[in-house]
């Protein structure tokens, strides 16, 4: 097999030669024939806190399916491919008669530099063409340093650094050193005494993957919305994207992701450590005096070109429809199976696909088309709030229950929330929310910005009692719709105060006293209550 390590400064050609002679004989096994993507989210990422696509800080549970062919007594065998961010002290292989000797996790990558320090001292061809007739010449040399202080070259003209001649060069190396691959290697020492061919299952975590959900939610009633109606209902659907940041696609694969917080106590990202393919650094002797240095300055390979979001954007994929066709209105045609894993929530792909190096994936995993829930309007009054005699507009929330009831009855995870409106001109977005992790049964609350239609006064009214600790407490609250709106008053924290009296139904949410009323259309609502602190 012929390759080639291309560089602006060097480029060089190598045959695979024969491996030495060694006591375990090495076996490479056959690319997988299935594979699973497990992904879970990061887990230090909260509520709001974006997916970070240039350093995502998940991590997957990645299973493979080879096949290998023993010989008899001891063997190594090689697993090609693995994930950069592989973590090789998770890694469980399966399916072997003698079992696992030993693991290794194969820190170096086949580079320029790599090459040349697994070449010192051998032979290779240096090949130098003459820019004026076009002619190359070729010649034997023996490479004579390593890589990090320069290549140096023993000819028959004596020692010579490359890329001094003045003439394009290239470098012919007979063979890879050995234990040098282009791609992330595992290998595991095994042993059995009458040799075959096996299926094996390679199961590791890597780092460097994430996903997050975002939600897209349209009320149907184009009459319905914020200040204007206090029933609706609303179509739902939830995309899922999927971010692999590994240099390594994972075809054909079965891909799930998993909803849930996790107790993480290693440090997955220092376990991860992935192998390094070093440039290659070529500088020539000096030339000149010692006074005026050398006009030659040391050539380093460029870097790779960051990855930028709008790269990483246009790489993004979405499974069941174009990206332009997303639509509340037309249904997925591929969409995410939730399933139970403990505690946790399983979201698996029915068909294989492909998660891309460097790439996201996108899919469906939810889509409901008659979620009902209603509009309340709340606002802070506690005697420890700042509070002014003055007309303040109430913040409006979308409420709803999570479950079959009111169309919904599913686990909904962490994720942003984007509330639009029809209208004449089409869909308005209205609202942005983050969610944090919903169970089935849980009360959901959006919160939509503020009301210009519904305000509030209040105020302390006086202190009370012997002790002059007690406040009265009132309230006025004002509604200019057609119709009338439901109100929530939080009334204080119930670890600084006692449970108000004078209110009716008086509940705790949040840790807080709450009490809701009804405030009629296009008119006002007065009250007056008491609440005293806490006695310590």
């Not at 194969?106 to 820019?131: F, H």
């Not at 105060?497 to 006002?524: F, H, M």
């Amino acid at each position: 097999m012929r390759c080639a390590v291309l560089g602006i400064l060097l480029m060089a050609t190598c045959q695979l030669g024969a491996e030495p002679a060694d006591a375990r004989a090495v076996v490479t096994a056959s690319e997988p024939s299935e594979l699973s993507v497990t992904v879970y989210r990061d887990p230090n990422r909260g509520v709001g806190d974006a997916m970070n696509r240039h350093w995502p800080r998940g991590f997957a549970m990645i299973t493979e399916s080879r096949d290998v062919t023993l010989p008899p007594g001891e063997s190594t065998i090689r697993f090609e491919g693995v994930a950069e961010g592989m973590i090789a002290v998770s890694a469980i292989v399966t399916g072997l008669p003698g079992g696992a000797i030993e693991k290794n996790r194969n820190a170096s990558l086949l580079s320029p530099a790599s090459l040349v320090d697994g070449t010192l001292g051998n032979r290779v061809t240096i090949t130098r063409t003459n820019p004026a007739t076009g002619k190359a010449v070729s010649e034997p040399a023996i490479v004579s340093s390593r890589a990090d202080g320069g290549l140096v070259l023993q000819t028959a003209s004596g020692f010579e650094a490359v890329h001094c001649s003045g003439l394009p060069e290239k470098l012919t190396f007979d063979k890879i050193p050995s234990g040098l691959s282009a791609k992330p290697v595992f290998t595991i020492d095994t042993q059995d005494t009458d040799g075959g061919t096996f299926r094996v299952t390679l199961t590791y975590l890597a780092w460097g993957f994430d996903w997050q959900a975002h939600y897209v939610a349209a009320l149907d009633d184009p009459a319905a919305g914020p200040d204007k109606s206090d029933q609706h209902s609303l179509s739902l659907m939830s995309w899922l994207t999927v971010l692999n940041d590994n240099g390594q696609s994972f075809s054909d694969a079965t891909l799930l992701a998993v909803a849930g917080s996790l107790n993480i106590v290693s440090d997955l990202q220092a376990l991860a450590e992935p192998p390094q393919g070093q440039p290659l650094s070529l500088s020539c002797y000096p030339i000149g005096s010692t006074a005026y240095g050398t006009p030659f300055g040391p050539a380093l390979a460029p870097p790779p070109a960051p990855v930028m979001l709008g790269a990483m954007s246009d790489e993004i994929t979405v499974t069941a429809m174009r990206a332009q066709e997303k639509s509340l209105a037309t249904p997925a045609a591929l969409q995410a199976v939730e399933e139970q894993l403990g505690d946790l929530k399983l979201y698996r792909v029915p068909e294989r696909m492909t998660l891309a190096a460097k790439g996201m994936k996108q899919f469906a995993f939810l889509q409901r088309d008659n979620v009902r829930g209603d509009f309340l309007y709340r606002f802070a009054c506690a005697p420890s709030d700042t509070l002014e005699d003055a007309p303040i507009p109430m913040e409006i929330l979308l409420r709803t229950l999570n479950d079959k009831a009111h169309g919904l009855g599913v686990a909904l995870p962490m994720g942003g929330i984007s509330l639009f409106e029809p209208s004449s001109r089409g869909a308005l977005l209205v609202g942005e929310e983050y969610l944090r992790d919903y169970a089935e049964g849980q009360e959901i609350e959006l919160g939509l910005g503020v009301s210009s239609q519904v305000f509030a006064n209040c105020v302390p009214q006086e202190r009370t009692g012997k002790s002059a600790k007690a406040r009265i407490m009132r309230a006025k609250l004002a509604n200019a719709n057609n119709q009338p709106v439901r109100v929530r008053m939080v009334l204080g924290a119930t670890s600084q105060w006692d449970r108000p009296s004078g209110l009716g139904d008086v509940t705790v949410k949040d840790g807080a006293y709450i009490a809701e009323t009804i405030v009629p259309a296009n008119g006002t609502r007065r009250l007056r209550w008491k609440i005293r602190p806490v006695s310590h």
